[in-house]
Structures are given as structure tokens and as C-alpha cells.
């Protein structure tokens, strides 16, 4: 029987992977962070090891162990987090090779370590294909002005990513009210609606030349809270690689609440039109 190995961040995806995988007959066994995975993973996982951040010697021995050869990050972990960070000497070593401290450059070096060990690291993607945001307009069509917003709006966050900052920006009439940083999207779009008041619009990318086996984007029914209560009026996401949560009950939501929610291809060809 097929066993992957699941680490477990924060939020709803480490639960609802471990769910999705259950159903195809995939065993998963799971290694979850302490002040971080939610508590209620373990009843849904074959076997768990809770760990703090840092301890990588525990999680490749556990994973070895447990007969895993792929492996998939799931959840993120709050950058606050890393402030707190007990790494053991194997973390250590890993810390003193890597000479840039960026996210991206970390959890690449993190994947070289355990593919040194006979793991695998793949993308949530790989498993959970139809969860994947489709090209188009799910809730509403957009406005001209909203359309204009996301046309202008779209390279910025791109270029945001690409300095590895964040995934998400709030924009309204030109101007850009929110940058996603080490709060996370859901506290950068409260942000943004506070001081845009009403009518904002949120874009949520992936960075370019992004290893979909890492952070990839993520929204839930918490993005269309977090967005209720800013009074924003569109959530534009990048089809292909933005997971949907809840799918069903994101898009019920933001109907009634008259959120506009597009998949956009990374050509924007549909924003064009």
C-alpha cells in the first residue's frame, strides 16, 4: 500500500489532504508542529509524530521509518514562528550551507536534505489536481472599473512575489492599500479594507517561478470572511495554481455577499477581454 508522508503546517489543507488522500486509498502518515497543526489531524492520519520547528532529525527518522518515499508540505507556518525555532544539529547544519535566508532558499535546502535521504518532497498539487482554481468568473462578471483594477493591479503583485514578500495585495482606485507580509493574507486584506473602507479589490498570486511544492496559494471561507469584513468587492486568483478549501461554500458565501471571485491565467487573458 502506497504511504506519503504529509508535514503539516497550520489551517484547514494539512486535514482536508489527509481527507482527500483517505478516500483514493492512500495512506498517510504525518508529521504536525506543535502551536501550529490543528489538533484534530491526528484522527485523521495512520500514524502522527508532533515535533516543534526545527527538529528535522526526528522528522526524516520518523518518516524512514514509516516506509515514506514522497513526501508533501502542507499548511504554512506562521514566520513568527521561526522566532521561537528549537533546531536540533541537523536543522543547524542545514542553517549554516544556506546562505540566503529566504523562504524559498530555505525550503529548497530543506527538500535537497530529505531527497538525500530517499524523500521525495512533491506538491500538494500532485494529488489534489481537481481542487486546483479553473480560468474564469465564478460568482459575478466583473465591472469595467473592477476589471481595469485587476489588470493594473496583477503585475504588482507579481513583482511582490518575486522579492519573496508575499503572495497578496489589496488595491483600490490605483492604489496599492496593502502589501501581505509576515501577517499572512487573511490580516493583510483586513488591512487593506480598513483603509480603502469599501469597494477594495484582493489579488492573490503565485510568485513567479514559484516550486509549486512550497507554499502554494491557498483560499478558503476565511479569505471570504476576512473580505466581508473589509467590504471588499473582488478576490482575483491565479488559475493552475491556487488551491481552493471548501470549494463549494467559499463561492456560496461570496455569492451572497456579491464578492466577485475570478481565476485568471497567467497570461491575464481573460482580464483583456
Known sequence: MQVVGLIAGNGQLPGLFADHLKQRGITVVAVAHLGESETTLSA??????WIRVGQIGKLISFFKAAGVVNVVMAGGIRKTRLFEMRPDVRCLSLLARV?????DALLRAFAREMEG?????RSAADYMETLLAQEGEWTRP???KERAEVRWGWPLAKQIGGLDVGQCIVVRDGVVLAV??????????????ALG??????????KPHQDLRFDLPT????TIVAMKEARASVLAVEAGKTLLLEKERLLDEARCAGIAVVG???GMNDVER
Do not use: F
Open 99 to 103: 546562505k540566503e535566508k529566504k523562504d
Open 117 to 121: 535521504e530517499g524523500l521525495q518532497v
Open 180 to 193: 501581505e507580509a509576515i501577517e499572512g493574507t487573511d490580516a493583510a486584506i483586513r488591512r487593506g479594507g
Open 264 to 266: 485568471i491565467s497567467e
Open 197 to 206: 473602507r469599501t469597494r477594495s479589490i484582493v489579488i492573490k498570486v503565485c
Open 142 to 144: 466583473l465591472t469595467r
Open 219 to 222: 483560499i478558503g471561507p476565511g
Open 44 to 49: 485523521k492520519v495512520a500514524e502522527i509524530l
